[in-house]
């Protein structure tokens, strides 16, 4: 194993018409990095974007050296997440969204390294502090819910900050049916089948915008989603 002070952390953020956000977020995002005792990379996963996206991206890569630009011609969360894990090279290979970041996070997944190949922050954990409204709340805990009951899930959040060693990524991310909303979470559930270790940590969540899709219309998606992932489970036994 490793020693964590030598670990390289591939930082992946799927990206869609974020031209107006990028310029102050990615300050942010490395001023944060630079307290990670690690080499982090960051891949903006670019998706489908109309503004610019990428050409400002590709504008800013001198002055953020580590930065790193994937281009996707359509606009779709998860295959960009997914097309950024399969290409990143890190030891850890991580997911941050460019409005929800942490550098404590890398710090604790560093602290993991000998126990865990998997790393949540949980919103549910013990310790976690969660400043979204009680609406966003609830819709935590039901997902969470759905989750346990057709799929016998035993974690707590699927959804956010995720660190996964890249061997877990390389051996699961190809059997992941799921796209859009839910590449991550059947990332995890697949992983946690698969017997790997999973570590979830306390993390603070403060909404930093207002969130840019509308959560009751993505209801029905996910619900139907969550049924693929099952009878692909099942398939693949």
């Known amino acids: 194993m490793a020693d964590a002070r030598s670990e390289t952390i591939a930082v992946v953020i799927p990206v869609h018409n974020e031209a107006d956000y990028l ?29 610019g996206t990428a050409d400002l991206v590709r504008s800013l890569q001198d002055r953020f050296p580590t930065l790193r630009l994937l281009e ?33 996070f890398l710090r604790q997944v560093l602290a993991s390294t000998p126990t865990a190949d998997v790393v949540l922050a949980s919103k549910r954990a013990p310790g976690s502090e969660d400043r979204r409204g009680r609406f966003r709340h609830l819709a935590t805990w039901g997902f969470n819910l759905v989750l346990r009951l ?25 059997h992941v049916v799921s796209t859009q909303d839910l590449f991550d979470t059947e990332l995890v559930i697949r992983a946690e089948r698969a017997g790997y270790r999973i570590t979830e940590v306390p993390v603070t969540v403060e909404e930093q915008r207002q969130a840019r899709s509308n959560l009751l219309k993505r209801v029905p998606r996910t619900l139907r989603g969550v049924w693929r ?3 692909s489970l099942r398939a693949s036994g």
């Not at 290409?87 to 290979?93: F, K, T």
């Not at 707590?156 to 890249?166: I, N, V």
Request: hydrophobic share 45%; proline share 7%; charged share 25%.
């Open 23 to 51: 310029p102050a977020a990615l300050p942010r995002l490395f001023a944060e990095l630079a307290e990670v005792p690690a080499a982090v990379t960051v891949t903006l996963a670019e998706n489908g974007s109309t503004d």
């Open 72 to 104: 996707l011609p359509e606009p779709d969360y998860g295959a960009a997440m997914r097309a950024g894990f399969l290409e990143a090279g890190g030891d850890w290979v991580v997911n941050f969204d460019i409005d929800y970041f942490s550098g404590g």
């Open 150 to 174: 057709l799929l016998r899930s035993k974690v707590s959040d699927t959804h956010g900050m995720k660190a996964l060693r890249r061997e877990v990524v390389i051996t699961i991310a190809p």
């Open 229 to 231: 992932i099952r009878r």
